[in-house]
């Protein structure tokens, strides 16, 4: 079951080599675009989230240590 040989349009190809080729510099230039100076480049949700239980640990470590020291017992 062979299929016969087809010829090959050149000017169909590059042309769809070419749209293939705008849209992804079309898609990077995008992303460029939103990646602009004066908007801060936020962390993904999961590393804020880790930080600030770090930041909360060691808060209540000092906040028990000065309790300690007040209380006379450090």
């Not at 087809?6 to 675009?33: F, Y």
């Amino acid at each position: 079951m062979e299929s016969p040989p087809q010829e090959l349009d050149e000017e169909k190809l590059d042309s769809a080599i070419a749209d293939l080729l705008n849209e992804q510099r079309q898609s990077e230039d995008q992303r460029v675009a939103l990646l602009r100076p004066e908007f801060p480049q936020l962390l993904p949700q999961e590393d804020v989230s880790a930080q600030a239980v770090l930041k909360e640990k060691r808060l209540s470590a000092i906040l028990r240590q000065k309790w300690a020291e007040l209380s006379g017992a450090a």
